[in-house]
């Protein structure tokens, strides 16, 4: 088994057609088909179903694709890191839950590069897609966060997905609203206040659970609640229906704009505080690339962590 190989799956797979995957690779078909039939000869596995509208990857082929992208995805990265050539274009993703600072970080880290030089992607979406986003190395880092409710049920995910979190910073919960909301100017909010208030909660999918949701306290009874998928509607629902949600209080200006408060959560014996361990995944044992170590950077300083 080759790198060269291994290259040649990925491109198959990604284009699902032999004929776009020759192109691409700048290699004749019969030279592609024999190197993977030669490649399926060696693993005793056949990668591929070849039919006349393409080819589709087997269940073997499916799950070889994973080990195929991890080993050839760090072959680019440390090319990437220690060689200064290499004609190819360098791909950065990054996924993360709905924050604010994590785009600005993207934003941040991506003015220093020549964009034409390189295929960047940040995907705000639900937890779950943030884990699988990283497993399959759609994206090499994930941006979440840990909570002493939902800590031993991520850390489960994460272990089946071969990812490990890495810290960042610790935050108490706030109550998330616009300037004209009747509590914004509050020193503190408490519970009971929010009760004539709809809570907004982003949307995780039909199979759900309590532990994925991105807003802390998120297995409280609320009177009211309102689901979102994007953070413009959010934002849009806090202005309309003065509605508010509860997160980490670390909100962007530059992005956001100043329409938006952070008030500190008074807890009481019924609805204690919670702790948010705001992190990010990374496939285990893997190095991060050179626009990787920058991103992560580049959150740091915002954050202000040392």
Same mark, same amino acid.
């Given at each position: 088994? &080759? *790198?060269?190989? *291994?290259?040649?799956?990925? &491109?198959?797979?990604?284009?699902?057609?032999?004929?776009?995957?020759? !192109?691409? *690779?700048?290699?004749?078909?019969?030279?592609?088909?024999?190197?993977?039939? !030669?490649? !399926?000869?060696?693993?005793?596995?056949?990668?591929?179903?070849?039919?006349?509208?393409?080819? &589709?990857?087997?269940? @073997? /082929?499916?799950?070889?694709?994973?080990?195929? %992208?991890?080993?050839?995805?760090?072959?680019?990265?440390?090319?990437? %890191?220690? #060689?200064? /050539?290499? #004609?190819?274009?360098?791909?950065? /993703?990054?996924? &993360?839950?709905?924050?604010?600072?994590?785009? %600005?970080?993207?934003?941040?880290?991506? %003015?220093?590069?020549?964009?034409?030089q390189y295929e960047f992607a940040i995907r705000e979406t639900q937890t779950k897609e943030v884990i699988q986003d990283v497993s399959t190395m759609k994206s090499e880092v994930g941006v979440l966060y840990l909570s002493d409710f939902n800590r031993k049920s991520m850390t489960k995910l994460f272990r089946s997905a071969g990812l490990e979190f890495h810290h960042l910073t610790i935050c108490q919960a706030?109550?998330?609203?616009?300037?004209?909301?009747? *509590?914004?100017?509050?020193?503190?909010? #408490?519970?009971?206040?929010? /009760?004539?208030?709809?809570?907004?909660?982003? !949307?995780?999918? @039909?199979? #759900?659970?309590?532990?994925?949701?991105?807003?802390?306290?998120?297995?409280?009874e609320y009177p009211q609640i309102i689901k979102a998928n994007d953070r413009a509607t959010m934002l849009n629902l806090m202005i309309g229906l003065n509605g508010y949600t509860l997160c980490s209080g670390i909100i962007c200006e530059e992005l956001n704009g100043d329409e938006y408060r952070a008030v500190p959560f008074k807890d009481?014996?019924?609805n204690p505080n919670s702790e948010m361990e705001i992190g990010y995944v990374t496939r285990k044992n893997s190095i991060l690339s050179r626009m990787g170590e920058h991103y992560i950077e580049e959150i740091k300083k915002y954050l202000r962590i040392e």
């Open positions: 088994m &080759t *790198l060269t190989q *291994l290259h040649y799956i990925i &491109t198959i797979a990604q284009t699902k057609s032999l004929n776009k995957a020759a !192109e691409q *690779l700048f290699v004749s078909q019969p030279s592609l088909t024999s190197a993977v039939k !030669e490649l !399926e000869k060696e693993l005793g596995i056949t990668l591929f179903y070849r039919s006349g509208r393409g080819v &589709t990857l087997t269940n @073997d /082929g499916t799950e070889f694709l994973l080990y195929a %992208k991890q080993i050839y995805g760090q072959y680019e990265t440390v090319m990437e %890191k220690y #060689s200064g /050539g290499g #004609s190819y274009k360098k791909k950065f /993703g990054v996924s &993360t839950q709905h924050y604010s600072f994590a785009v %600005k970080a993207f934003v941040d880290m991506a %003015k220093a590069y020549d964009m034409s706030y109550v998330y609203l616009w300037k004209g909301h009747p *509590l914004a100017n509050e020193e503190s909010i #408490s519970f009971e206040q929010l /009760g004539k208030y709809p809570c907004l909660a982003f !949307e995780q999918g @039909d199979d #759900s659970a309590f532990y994925l949701a991105e807003e802390i306290l998120s297995t409280n009481d014996e019924m």
